[in-house]
């Protein structure tokens, strides 16, 4: 069926829809957890710092497989790395099933990590290289909407079975098996796009790599993934925390479709970026999300939950047209042998960027307050996002990439 596929051009793009799929399954169960970490805190008894710090586990899981194994999709094949990725998945959720306490809350976290860390870079590359010749665009598109639309749909299906189910911590994650075993299906099926070139060995595996011709676009691109990505992890960690405990709402359908409202204006701003371009829609981006940044601090500061939907939303839509950009770049910049390696390289940066922040958060949390910690976070991305904009609006990435070829 495979060999058909690859074969048909109606079949390539089916192919290549599949593959976008698969990519939102995957993601999913990265961020399931997000809307049930207070459950977990009544549960086990920990504070609001090892919530931060349980994220920051799954962060340096997604860090170390695309530092260490980030291109070996291109050395293996697109296929057998997506069937691990998804394997890692579901070991991730059977330990949130087995309720083992906070040992098996870190261990879900790190596989689940593992998980998103092969993903990343290996079903963007998918996607773009199944769609028809001509549909750059449009694959691109469909990569990171997948991603931040998996990412998206996490938080509001748990947030949803959580609160108007008898099951909050086993359902979502039942659920997300169901999807995975789906998605492992569609996976088995997928032409594979990597023609294998060596011998598999330990020495193949070279991890992230960006190759010299293309770090005049990697670097402004991987800056504002950086900026973005902070953002989406401040509201992935520690956002449903913000609405229980600053804007006193309890309800865990509502925490998980405000987290869910900011990856959908992200996909939302993503649709935007091929109509303003990368060289308007990167700098643009950042300051969009500078403005959103600006209302979650307000909101923080006048405990307004409305303020707080709408810096969401303004943000999300300012990451969604940086993000695109970016990837969009750096995927057209790099050579097809290079391409997973590059694009994995591009997510390092970016994970970093959810990572620190979100840390940060917690250690605030212990000396200022969840609210205090919030606003003091809001500023420092700011601060950021305001001087990464200034920085790609000087350095456009299609010109750096001109400068690179010319060279």
């Given at each position: 069926?495979?060999?058909?596929?690859?074969?048909?051009?109606?079949?390539?793009?089916?192919?290549?829809?599949?593959?976008?799929?698969?990519?939102?399954?995957?993601?999913?169960?990265?961020?399931?957890?997000?809307?049930?970490?207070?459950?977990?805190?009544?549960?086990?008894?920990?504070?609001?710092?090892?919530?931060?710090?349980?994220?920051?586990?799954?962060?340096?899981?997604?860090?170390?497989?695309?530092?260490?194994?980030?291109?070996?999709?291109?050395?293996?094949?697109?296929?057998?790395?997506?069937?691990?990725?998804?394997?890692?998945?579901?070991?991730?959720?059977?330990?949130?099933?087995?309720?083992?306490?906070?040992?098996?809350?870190?261990?879900?976290?790190?596989?689940?990590?593992?998980?998103?860390?092969?993903?990343?870079?290996?079903?963007?590359?998918?996607?773009?290289?199944?769609?028809?010749?001509?549909?750059?665009?449009?694959?691109?598109?469909?990569?990171?909407?997948?991603?931040?639309?998996?990412?998206?749909?996490?938080?509001?299906?748990?947030?949803?079975?959580?609160?108007?189910?008898?099951?909050?911590?086993?359902?979502?994650?039942?659920?997300?098996?169901?999807?995975?075993?789906?998605?492992?299906?569609?996976?088995?099926?997928?032409?594979?796009?990597?023609?294998?070139?060596?011998?598999?060995?330990?020495?193949?595996?070279?991890?992230?790599?960006?190759?010299?011709?293309?770090?005049?676009?990697?670097?402004?691109?991987?800056?504002?993934?950086?900026?973005?990505?902070?953002?989406?992890?401040?509201?992935?960690?520690?956002?449903?925390?913000?609405?229980?405990?600053?804007?006193?709402?309890?309800?865990?359908?509502?925490?998980?479709?405000?987290?869910?409202?900011?990856?959908?204006?992200?996909?939302?701003?993503?649709?935007?970026?091929?109509?303003?371009?990368?060289?308007?829609?990167?700098?643009?981006?950042?300051?969009?999300?500078?403005?959103?940044?600006?209302?979650?601090?307000?909101?923080?500061?006048?405990?307004?939950?409305?303020?707080?939907?709408?810096?969401?939303?303004?943000?999300?839509?300012?990451?969604?047209?940086?993000?695109?950009?970016?990837?969009?770049?750096?995927?057209?910049?790099?050579?097809?042998?290079?391409?997973?390696?590059?694009?994995?390289?591009?997510?390092?940066?970016?994970?970093?960027?959810?990572?620190?922040?979100?840390?940060?958060?917690?250690?605030?949390?212990?000396?200022?307050?969840?609210?205090?910690a919030g606003i003091v976070f809001a500023v420092c991305v700011i601060l950021l996002a305001a001087g990464v904009g200034l920085y790609v609006l000087r350095h456009p990435p299609v010109e750096s990439e001109r400068r690179g070829s010319a060279r």
């Amino acid at each position: 069926m495979a060999d058909v596929i690859a074969r048909n051009g109606d079949g390539r793009h089916l192919g290549y829809l599949a593959a976008s799929a698969v990519f939102a399954v995957g993601m999913t169960g990265t961020t399931l957890p997000t809307p049930l970490y207070g459950l977990y805190r009544e549960q086990l008894g920990f504070s609001e710092f090892m919530v931060t710090v349980i994220f920051a586990v799954y962060a340096v899981g997604v860090i170390a497989v695309l530092l260490l194994a980030g291109n070996v999709s291109d050395e293996t094949g697109r296929r057998p790395v997506l069937l691990v990725g998804i394997g890692l998945s579901v070991a991730s959720a059977v330990c949130f099933l087995a309720e083992g306490g906070l040992p098996l809350l870190f261990a879900g976290r790190l596989l689940s990590g593992f998980a998103a860390g092969l993903f990343s870079g290996t079903a963007t590359a998918t996607v773009m290289e199944l769609a028809r010749p001509g549909h750059a665009a449009r694959a691109g598109f469909a990569a990171t909407a997948a991603n931040m639309g998996g990412l998206g749909c996490g938080p509001l299906m748990a947030g949803l079975l959580a609160e108007y189910t008898a099951w909050p911590l086993r359902l979502p994650f039942l659920v997300n098996l169901a999807l995975l075993a789906l998605a492992a299906l569609l996976t088995w099926f997928l032409p594979e796009t990597v023609e294998r070139r060596r011998p598999r060995a330990a020495s193949a595996v070279r991890g992230t790599r960006v190759p010299a011709e293309v770090r005049g676009v990697f670097t402004p691109a991987a800056l504002a993934g950086f900026a973005g990505f902070a953002l989406l992890g401040s509201f992935t960690a520690v956002a449903p925390s913000f609405v229980a405990q600053t804007l006193r709402v309890q309800n865990l359908a509502v925490s998980g479709a405000i987290v869910f409202s900011v990856f959908l204006a992200s996909t939302l701003g993503q649709s935007l970026t091929e109509r303003l371009g990368s060289n308007r829609a990167l700098p643009g981006g950042c300051l969009v999300l500078v403005a959103g940044l600006l209302l979650v601090a307000l909101s923080l500061t006048l405990e307004s939950l409305p303020l707080l939907v709408l810096g969401a939303v303004c943000g999300g839509l300012g990451q969604g047209l940086s993000f695109r950009a970016a990837v969009t770049a750096v995927g057209r910049a790099a050579p097809p042998e290079h391409r997973g390696g590059t694009i994995s390289a591009f997510f390092v940066v970016a994970y970093v960027g959810i990572c620190l922040p979100v840390v940060g958060i917690g250690a605030l949390t212990e000396w200022l307050g969840l609210r205090q910690a919030g606003i003091v976070f809001a500023v420092c991305v700011i601060l950021l996002a305001a001087g990464v904009g200034l920085y790609v609006l000087r350095h456009p990435p299609v010109e750096s990439e001109r400068r690179g070829s010319a060279r």
